[in-house]
């Protein structure tokens, strides 16, 4: 007992000391210490995926259902093939289940997996393996734009929690739900790679088909900005893809080093050596 | 496995650290060469706890470490299975490695040092277990596969006695796989061996890894049974207890169970299989080792059959009666067959040996009905094939030798539902080998590629007359081999079928030096035991009507065998098909009751050891024939099983030497020469199983197989 005692002890200290150096607005950070507080710590909750690993028939997505990859796919289905070695064909699959989750408007169905396997000639659960793997494979039906907050660390530390929050309340639905509309679905991902930019969300476009469709990055957002580009979205409109503060990821301020020619040695003349 | 494993594993913690330097292995698959200098293999040398070991090249350090008597812990290597790596058990120190290696996975090199008793190997081993733990609900109280669980064990051996996990455990959803593997999939450690069986051996691609990290899965992803012929060896395989037998679930601890060698009589393979017994009760079959037949699979209605050897049973003898078949005392039933068989004279008096008949009860009928002057005896199935030659009648190859093959020519047969076992070798040989396979007969579905010839005779008439571009293949092949089913043998135009293949077989060079490539696929254990004995008709005989019939283990014999006025005396274990026909019924005992001999379809003979005793006044069917001899004054000459066994040796003098193949004469086709050529119909050839759960009385009744049935999982 003393020693469940002496750990909450300090499970309430660690978190006193991290609330006050916090600087997260205090609207964002009111639900995590409602649920913070509730929960020691040595008891706290674990987090379990959203998605199930099983699949469940439902009426537009089960075996018994046909799926045909459109006429004006196959020429992009057959050039993906046509990339590999007949006799590693199977490599094709993720780059096939990618163009069949584009025309299945972000949701791969388990029909589409099966015509995958087909064409491919394995097994089908070879493929349900692959696509249950990679969460960028959507075994749940999305939005017209599956939006992505980045979670990891450096844009969780810019605030990509306050995005996520601010974009979940603009809804009013929670992280993995649609909107009513079928236009949004909030999703979180990990690093995407551009931390320079933190913080920042993906935007898949599946609007316009495969052929149109689009997965861009919005960077440097703060709440307003994510709401304002999804909004613009919605609108019809077009936003700025990329940072949305600056042109790539130079300093925000202008350049403050190596503002004059660099001081020698030079390299030598290369024309002379 | 677990008893080996768990007792070397506890000598190792006790940690003498001289290991004994052990010789490799020579390796002697497939018995008997003729060369004696085994193929020259390249060796290195490594170092194992400090004593050097002499290993093959392109060995893993596992081996290595195997070889040298050190045993090493895992989960996912299995020696039958390819190399996944996963688990991460079996980690040992490797000098110079700048971290633990996973020994199944890693080649040994040439003076590498290997350490395994280290306090990094300790720490490493520990550490692993604390995370394989981690998930794993403690619920070995009500675990089926307690006691006999590698996790159990090794986490014992290996483990630390304290884990700090507080968090909450993860739970997984339980699949349903069908009435033979129960799941609890939260148990799951995904070594993933089940996996690497269905896809490598079975060859039913449905079992799977689905999602990632804490959130990985088992299972087959959409809601699907998994439909293989062996999938009860997923059971043996799983090292927890995610997978175990549906049929046995709660009904005993593997520590009260009495295990018995003995042979499987479920197909004509002969199986090595462990009956598990507990008092008077079959509790469950598993396979026995045994690398030139089964190795170490079984099929499905091998281990769950058992069931049906508790239901149907005859347990006293019975006479027809007014009102149906009433129990009567032995002496009745005897008195009431001397006079029925007292009315018969010589031929009238007929034998059928049925699907289970053993060697020993066959002989001692035949002896009986030799001496009632009688030589109207037959096996039921093959009503035309004769004896006279054994390499006509046999699987000629060998079980290991179907892996040498090249081109392989199936007639007439399904080995996926007449002998699974025997398909996952052939499987093997096309996949690995890349032998060809190919099929006259109705089209199959093998778990391999199988080129479809055609359907019947007319094909391999074409293929006899060298038309076919199929005989150019086997012609071409080193190893050409044909596989002839049970049910071309049972048809009318048997023999003549049988003549055109002998012709091919001579014209393709299945048949040659040092190899013969003719293999007969018998569909039941009782078959080749009753032709090696010659339980065939005289010539006399065949003209003969019977009026006594005496149905040995017989329950899948021809009407037309058996006539409507027919006295008939049952002698078997199960109330079936003879039975019903039957006008006395003696209550005989079944294959884990008794100790009898059966060959199996390449001419092994191999001996069951009676498990439990005989349920009510059965008992073992040539003691029946020996009693019954007495009273129809024909006494036999023994009266001892050691007796019957000096008598067998004397009629066939290789059932002395039992697991042993007795090679066979091929005597050039020349077997169906003098035959007439008869005239072949035009009717498809099919297997001579329809049903795989329900080939005989035993499996007939057995409850499982039933479910197995119904749920068509073939």
Redesign the interface.
Known sequence: MAIRRSMFHCAQLIRKSALASSSVPQTASTALKVQSAAVPI?????W??DIL???R?TPTNN?ALAFEFTEKNMPKVNEIISHYPSNYKQSAVIPLLDLAQQQGNGHLT?QAMNKVAEMLEI????V??VA??Y?MFNRTPVGKYHVMVCGTTPCMIRGSREIEAALAAHWGIKKGQTTPDGMFTLGEMECMGCCVNAPQITIADYTKGADGYTYNYYEDLTPESAIKIVDQLKKGETPKVGSQIRETCEPVGGLTTLLEPPPGPYCRDLSQA | MFGRFSSAARTLTRASTSRVFVPPPQVVVGAKFFSSTPPPVDTITVTVDGSPVEIPKGSTVLHACETAGVEIPRFCYHQRLSIAGNCRMCLVEVEKAPKPVASCAMPAMPNMNIKTTTPLVKKAREGVMEFLLANHPLDCPICDQGGECDLQDQAMVFGSDRGRFVETKRGVEDKELGPLVKTVMTRCIHCTRCVRFAKEVAGVEDLGTTGRGRDTEIGTYVSKLFRSEMSGNVIDLCPVGALTSKPYAFTARSWELKKTESVDVSDALGSNILVDTKGTEVMRITPRLNEEINEEWISDKARFQYDGLKRQRIDVPMAKAAGGLAAVSWEEAFEKIAEAVSKASKDEIKGIAGKLADAESIVAMKDLLNRLGSGNHMCEGFPTLGADIRSSYLMNSSIVGVEDADAILLVGTNPRVEAPVLNARLRRACLSTGATVANVGSPLNLTFPVEELGMGAATLKELDAQSHPFFKTMKEAANPMIVVGAGLVGREDGLALLQTLHSLAEKTGVVGEGWNGFNMLHDSAGRVAGLDLGFLPSESAKKAAAKVVFLLNSDDFDEADVPADAFVVYVGSHGDKGATRADVILPGAAYTEKSSTYVNTEGRPQRTKAAVAPIGQARDDWTIVRALSEVLGASLPYDDLNAVRARLAEVAPHMERTTEVEPSTWLNGSTYAHIPAGTTSDAPFTSSVANFYMTDAVSRASVTMAKCTSTKLT
């Open positions: 040595f008891q706290q909750r674990r379990y995926a690993n099983q699949h028939d075996s388990v097994a089908p659960m070879r349900y393996e249950t793997f969460t």
